[in-house]
Protein backbone atom coordinates (compact mmCIF):
# COMPACT_ATOMS: atom_id res chain seq x y z
CA UNK A 1 0.00 0.00 0.00
CA UNK A 2 2.64 2.58 0.99
CA UNK A 3 4.71 1.40 -1.84
CA UNK A 4 1.70 2.37 -3.93
CA UNK A 5 0.92 5.74 -2.77
CA UNK A 6 5.07 6.42 -3.07
CA UNK A 7 5.31 5.16 -6.56
CA UNK A 8 2.06 7.59 -7.37
CA UNK A 9 3.36 10.42 -5.40
CA UNK A 10 7.27 9.96 -7.05
CA UNK A 11 5.36 9.82 -11.06
CA UNK A 12 3.34 12.41 -9.98
CA UNK A 13 6.47 14.73 -9.12
CA UNK A 14 7.80 13.83 -12.52
CA UNK A 15 4.81 14.86 -14.47
CA UNK A 16 5.06 18.14 -12.73
CA UNK A 17 8.80 18.70 -13.60
CA UNK A 18 7.92 17.84 -17.55
CA UNK A 19 4.99 20.14 -17.63
CA UNK A 20 7.31 22.74 -15.88
CA UNK A 21 9.98 22.51 -17.92
CA UNK A 22 8.10 22.03 -21.54
CA UNK A 23 5.95 24.32 -20.51
CA UNK A 24 6.97 27.32 -18.56
CA UNK A 25 5.19 29.96 -16.56
CA UNK A 26 6.09 33.19 -16.99
CA UNK A 27 7.88 33.36 -13.69
CA UNK A 28 9.95 30.89 -14.78
CA UNK A 29 11.00 32.28 -17.95
CA UNK A 30 12.23 35.18 -16.09
CA UNK A 31 13.90 33.23 -13.31
CA UNK A 32 15.62 31.91 -16.34
CA UNK A 33 16.91 35.58 -17.75
CA UNK A 34 18.68 36.56 -14.11
CA UNK A 35 20.34 32.76 -14.51
CA UNK A 36 21.63 34.09 -17.51
CA UNK A 37 22.51 37.26 -16.70
CA UNK A 38 24.35 35.58 -13.52
CA UNK A 39 26.06 33.26 -15.08
CA UNK A 40 27.43 35.64 -18.21
CA UNK A 41 28.43 38.51 -15.65
CA UNK A 42 30.40 36.29 -13.91
CA UNK A 43 33.98 35.66 -14.88
CA UNK A 44 35.64 32.47 -13.97
CA UNK A 45 39.50 32.28 -13.32
CA UNK A 46 41.48 32.18 -16.28
CA UNK A 47 38.88 33.06 -18.84
CA UNK A 48 40.25 33.73 -22.08
CA UNK A 49 39.65 37.09 -23.83
CA UNK A 50 36.91 35.66 -26.41
CA UNK A 51 35.06 34.01 -24.76
CA UNK A 52 34.85 37.00 -22.18
CA UNK A 53 33.78 39.14 -25.20
CA UNK A 54 31.17 36.22 -26.10
CA UNK A 55 29.89 36.68 -22.64
CA UNK A 56 29.67 40.35 -22.71
CA UNK A 57 27.48 39.83 -26.14
CA UNK A 58 25.21 37.33 -24.49
CA UNK A 59 24.51 39.59 -21.39
CA UNK A 60 23.62 42.48 -24.28
CA UNK A 61 21.55 40.37 -25.89
CA UNK A 62 19.17 39.84 -22.67
CA UNK A 63 18.18 43.26 -22.72
CA UNK A 64 15.93 45.54 -24.74
CA UNK A 65 16.65 47.77 -27.23
CA UNK A 66 16.37 51.12 -24.39
CA UNK A 67 17.35 50.65 -21.05
CA UNK A 68 16.93 52.82 -18.31
CA UNK A 69 19.73 52.43 -15.58
CA UNK A 70 19.97 54.15 -12.49
CA UNK A 71 22.56 52.96 -10.75
CA UNK A 72 24.71 55.51 -8.86
CA UNK A 73 27.17 54.19 -7.18
CA UNK A 74 28.45 52.45 -10.00
CA UNK A 75 28.20 55.68 -12.32
CA UNK A 76 25.20 54.46 -14.46
CA UNK A 77 22.10 56.70 -14.50
CA UNK A 78 19.80 57.41 -17.46
CA UNK A 79 19.16 55.37 -20.66
CA UNK A 80 21.28 53.07 -22.65
CA UNK A 81 21.07 50.67 -25.77
CA UNK A 82 22.21 47.39 -26.17
CA UNK A 83 25.62 48.19 -27.67
CA UNK A 84 26.71 49.97 -24.59
CA UNK A 85 25.02 47.62 -22.73
CA UNK A 86 27.66 45.85 -24.28
CA UNK A 87 30.35 47.88 -23.72
CA UNK A 88 29.28 48.13 -20.22
CA UNK A 89 29.56 44.63 -19.56
CA UNK A 90 33.10 44.08 -21.05
CA UNK A 91 34.36 47.02 -18.68
CA UNK A 92 32.70 45.60 -15.57
CA UNK A 93 33.66 41.72 -16.31
CA UNK A 94 37.20 42.97 -17.33
CA UNK A 95 37.59 44.72 -13.60
CA UNK A 96 37.75 41.47 -11.95
CA UNK A 97 40.39 38.01 -12.97
CA UNK A 98 37.19 36.36 -10.92
CA UNK A 99 34.08 37.40 -10.46
CA UNK A 100 30.61 35.14 -9.32
CA UNK A 101 27.28 37.13 -9.06
CA UNK A 102 23.96 35.79 -7.96
CA UNK A 103 20.77 36.22 -7.55
CA UNK A 104 18.15 35.42 -4.45
CA UNK A 105 14.97 36.15 -3.38
CA UNK A 106 13.14 37.19 -6.43
CA UNK A 107 9.90 38.74 -5.94
CA UNK A 108 7.44 39.35 -9.33
CA UNK A 109 4.75 41.53 -9.99
CA UNK A 110 3.87 40.47 -13.35
CA UNK A 111 1.33 42.55 -15.59
CA UNK A 112 0.51 41.59 -18.82
CA UNK A 113 3.50 42.66 -20.83
CA UNK A 114 5.56 43.60 -18.02
CA UNK A 115 7.15 42.56 -14.96
CA UNK A 116 8.96 43.88 -11.86
CA UNK A 117 11.32 42.51 -10.03
CA UNK A 118 13.16 42.76 -6.51
CA UNK A 119 16.07 40.58 -5.90
CA UNK A 120 18.88 40.45 -4.02
CA UNK A 121 21.91 40.20 -5.75
CA UNK A 122 25.25 39.17 -4.42
CA UNK A 123 28.98 39.46 -6.15
CA UNK A 124 32.17 38.20 -4.78
CA UNK A 125 35.13 37.97 -6.73
CA UNK A 126 38.75 39.59 -6.85
CA UNK A 127 39.61 42.44 -8.87
CA UNK A 128 43.79 43.10 -8.81
CA UNK A 129 44.86 42.00 -5.43
CA UNK A 130 41.18 43.25 -3.80
CA UNK A 131 39.00 40.87 -2.42
CA UNK A 132 35.28 41.82 -3.45
CA UNK A 133 32.36 41.25 -1.75
CA UNK A 134 28.85 43.16 -2.65
CA UNK A 135 25.48 42.36 -1.72
CA UNK A 136 22.93 44.98 -2.99
CA UNK A 137 18.95 44.70 -3.19
CA UNK A 138 18.04 45.31 -7.25
CA UNK A 139 14.59 45.93 -9.10
CA UNK A 140 14.62 45.36 -12.45
CA UNK A 141 11.82 45.51 -14.89
CA UNK A 142 11.31 43.26 -17.96
CA UNK A 143 9.21 43.82 -21.20
CA UNK A 144 7.61 41.29 -22.98
CA UNK A 145 8.92 40.52 -26.69
CA UNK A 146 7.61 37.78 -28.27
CA UNK A 147 5.12 34.71 -26.44
CA UNK A 148 7.68 33.60 -24.65
CA UNK A 149 10.71 35.75 -24.38
CA UNK A 150 11.15 38.66 -21.53
CA UNK A 151 14.03 41.27 -22.10
CA UNK A 152 15.37 43.47 -19.13
CA UNK A 153 14.38 47.09 -19.56
CA UNK A 154 15.65 48.81 -16.40
CA UNK A 155 17.36 48.10 -13.58
CA UNK A 156 17.97 50.22 -9.88
CA UNK A 157 19.79 49.61 -6.95
CA UNK A 158 17.10 49.81 -3.55
CA UNK A 159 18.23 51.95 -1.18
CA UNK A 160 18.00 49.80 2.54
CA UNK A 161 20.43 51.83 4.15
CA UNK A 162 20.04 55.63 4.60
CA UNK A 163 22.94 57.05 6.33
CA UNK B 1 20.33 -4.83 13.37
CA UNK B 2 18.56 -2.55 16.01
CA UNK B 3 20.25 0.26 15.23
CA UNK B 4 20.34 -0.79 11.06
CA UNK B 5 16.37 -0.84 11.89
CA UNK B 6 16.53 2.69 13.83
CA UNK B 7 18.72 4.41 10.97
CA UNK B 8 17.04 2.96 7.47
CA UNK B 9 13.22 2.20 9.18
CA UNK B 10 10.83 -0.55 7.38
CA UNK B 11 8.78 1.45 4.79
CA UNK B 12 5.33 1.63 6.31
CA UNK B 13 2.20 4.14 6.83
CA UNK B 14 4.00 5.01 10.53
CA UNK B 15 7.60 5.72 9.61
CA UNK B 16 6.23 7.93 6.26
CA UNK B 17 4.41 10.09 9.10
CA UNK B 18 7.55 10.33 11.02
CA UNK B 19 9.44 11.31 8.63
CA UNK B 20 6.70 14.01 7.73
CA UNK B 21 6.25 15.43 11.23
CA UNK B 22 10.23 16.00 11.58
CA UNK B 23 10.40 18.17 8.14
CA UNK B 24 7.41 20.03 9.46
CA UNK B 25 8.68 20.84 12.71
CA UNK B 26 12.45 21.14 11.18
CA UNK B 27 10.87 23.69 8.90
CA UNK B 28 8.93 25.45 11.07
CA UNK B 29 11.68 25.70 13.57
CA UNK B 30 14.25 26.92 11.22
CA UNK B 31 12.37 28.98 8.82
CA UNK B 32 9.75 30.59 11.17
CA UNK B 33 11.29 30.34 14.75
CA UNK B 34 15.01 30.65 14.61
CA UNK B 35 16.72 31.38 11.36
CA UNK B 36 20.16 30.07 10.75
CA UNK B 37 22.64 32.37 9.44
CA UNK B 38 25.62 32.30 8.01
CA UNK B 39 28.06 35.35 7.98
CA UNK B 40 30.08 36.15 5.35
CA UNK B 41 31.87 39.26 5.81
CA UNK B 42 33.51 41.16 8.51
CA UNK B 43 31.45 44.37 9.28
CA UNK B 44 30.06 42.58 12.79
CA UNK B 45 33.50 41.76 14.36
CA UNK B 46 34.67 41.46 16.84
CA UNK B 47 31.14 40.36 17.99
CA UNK B 48 30.44 37.58 15.24
CA UNK B 49 33.20 36.84 13.01
CA UNK B 50 33.08 35.87 8.99
CA UNK B 51 31.85 32.25 8.30
CA UNK B 52 30.56 31.54 11.95
CA UNK B 53 26.83 30.32 12.72
CA UNK B 54 24.32 32.21 14.24
CA UNK B 55 20.39 32.10 14.52
CA UNK B 56 17.90 34.62 14.05
CA UNK B 57 14.83 35.20 16.62
CA UNK B 58 11.82 35.83 14.07
CA UNK B 59 9.38 36.09 17.29
CA UNK B 60 11.57 38.95 18.89
CA UNK B 61 9.43 41.70 18.09
CA UNK B 62 6.21 39.93 17.68
CA UNK B 63 5.07 41.53 21.01
CA UNK B 64 7.93 44.17 21.81
CA UNK B 65 9.85 46.49 19.97
CA UNK B 66 13.94 47.15 19.03
CA UNK B 67 15.66 47.85 21.51
CA UNK B 68 19.39 49.63 21.56
CA UNK B 69 21.84 47.43 20.90
CA UNK B 70 20.06 44.35 19.60
CA UNK B 71 21.58 42.43 16.92
CA UNK B 72 19.23 42.68 14.39
CA UNK B 73 18.80 40.83 10.87
CA UNK B 74 17.68 43.19 7.88
CA UNK B 75 15.17 41.59 5.50
CA UNK B 76 16.91 42.70 1.63
CA UNK B 77 14.30 41.48 -1.00
CA UNK B 78 13.69 38.57 1.03
CA UNK B 79 15.21 36.66 3.59
CA UNK B 80 17.56 34.07 2.68
CA UNK B 81 20.39 37.06 2.14
CA UNK B 82 20.33 39.57 5.32
CA UNK B 83 22.07 42.37 6.83
CA UNK B 84 23.60 41.93 10.50
CA UNK B 85 23.64 44.97 12.22
CA UNK B 86 23.43 46.39 15.96
CA UNK B 87 21.14 49.07 16.44
CA UNK B 88 22.62 51.94 17.79
CA UNK B 89 19.62 54.74 17.73
CA UNK B 90 15.67 55.10 18.30
CA UNK B 91 13.11 57.37 16.00
CA UNK B 92 13.65 60.93 16.96
CA UNK B 93 16.85 60.88 17.92
CA UNK B 94 20.15 62.17 16.62
CA UNK B 95 23.00 60.42 15.36
CA UNK B 96 26.41 61.74 14.75
CA UNK B 97 30.45 60.00 14.33
CA UNK B 98 33.08 62.38 15.66
CA UNK B 99 36.46 61.06 15.32
CA UNK B 100 35.02 57.32 15.58
CA UNK B 101 33.12 57.91 19.06
CA UNK B 102 29.64 57.50 18.44
CA UNK B 103 27.13 60.50 19.77
CA UNK B 104 23.09 59.80 20.44
CA UNK B 105 21.71 63.23 21.27
CA UNK B 106 25.20 64.92 21.75
CA UNK B 107 26.06 62.29 24.04
CA UNK B 108 28.73 59.47 23.82
CA UNK B 109 27.37 56.26 23.88
CA UNK B 110 29.30 53.19 25.78
CA UNK B 111 29.98 50.29 23.04
CA UNK B 112 32.16 47.60 24.98
CA UNK B 113 31.85 45.40 21.91
CA UNK B 114 34.22 47.88 20.47
CA UNK B 115 37.60 47.13 19.53
CA UNK B 116 40.33 48.67 17.52
CA UNK B 117 40.55 52.26 16.15
CA UNK B 118 38.14 54.49 14.26
CA UNK B 119 38.28 57.82 13.07
CA UNK B 120 34.91 58.07 11.85
CA UNK B 121 33.57 61.58 11.41
CA UNK B 122 29.48 62.21 10.39
CA UNK B 123 27.43 65.21 10.58
CA UNK B 124 24.56 65.11 12.80
CA UNK B 125 20.95 63.37 11.56
CA UNK B 126 17.87 62.69 13.04
CA UNK B 127 16.20 58.87 12.64
CA UNK B 128 13.09 59.39 11.04
CA UNK B 129 9.84 57.75 12.18
CA UNK B 130 8.83 54.28 12.08
CA UNK B 131 13.37 53.71 10.75
CA UNK B 132 15.84 52.52 13.26
CA UNK B 133 19.95 54.02 12.90
CA UNK B 134 21.82 50.74 12.87
CA UNK B 135 25.09 50.06 12.60
CA UNK B 136 27.88 47.23 12.65
CA UNK B 137 30.61 46.68 15.44
CA UNK B 138 33.75 46.90 12.88
CA UNK B 139 34.24 50.51 13.03
CA UNK B 140 38.22 50.27 11.98
CA UNK B 141 37.19 50.17 8.87
CA UNK B 142 37.15 52.92 6.58
CA UNK B 143 33.32 54.48 7.15
CA UNK B 144 32.99 54.75 3.07
CA UNK B 145 32.86 51.32 2.24
CA UNK B 146 31.16 49.91 5.65
CA UNK B 147 26.82 49.55 5.13
CA UNK B 148 25.16 51.73 7.79
CA UNK B 149 22.53 54.25 8.60
CA UNK B 150 18.53 54.49 8.69
CA UNK B 151 16.65 51.13 8.05
CA UNK B 152 12.94 50.79 7.91
CA UNK B 153 11.76 49.07 10.93
CA UNK B 154 9.75 46.80 8.65
CA UNK B 155 12.86 45.50 7.78
CA UNK B 156 14.11 44.15 10.83
CA UNK B 157 13.24 40.14 10.67
CA UNK B 158 14.42 39.04 14.02
CA UNK B 159 17.10 39.49 16.68
CA UNK B 160 20.40 37.57 16.95
CA UNK B 161 20.27 36.55 20.88
CA UNK B 162 23.01 35.65 21.19
Known sequence: MVKKVVIVLAAAAVAVLLLRYFFPSDERLIRR??????????????????????????V??????????????????????????????MVFRNRFTRLSVECRDLHMTLDRDQAR????????????????RETRE????????SEDGWLFS???FVQVLRR | MRAGRWLVPAM?????VRVLLLVSA???????????LCIEGRSMEPTYTDGSLVFCNRMAYLFSEPRRFDVVAIRMAGDRIVLLKRIVALPGETVRFRNGVLLVDGRPL????????????????????????????????????HVFGQVDRQRILGRVPW
Do not use: H
Not at chain 1, 119 to 128: E, K, M, N, S, Y
Not at chain 2, 12 to 16: G, I, P, Q, V
Not at chain 2, 26 to 36: A, G
Not at chain 2, 116 to 142: C, E, I, K, Q
Open chain 2, 26 to 36: SWLLFSRLYQP
Open chain 1, 154 to 156: GCA
Open chain 2, 110 to 145: AEPYLQGPSDWNLAPRTVAPGTLYVVGDNRSVPMQV
Open chain 1, 60 to 89: SDLFSDRVRLDLPEAGLAGEYDRQEIRTLA
Open chain 2, 12 to 16: NLRSL
Open chain 1, 117 to 132: ITATCRARGVAGSEQV
Open chain 1, 33 to 58: QFDRLTENISRPAGEKALAGLQRAAA
Open chain 1, 138 to 145: VRAELVRT
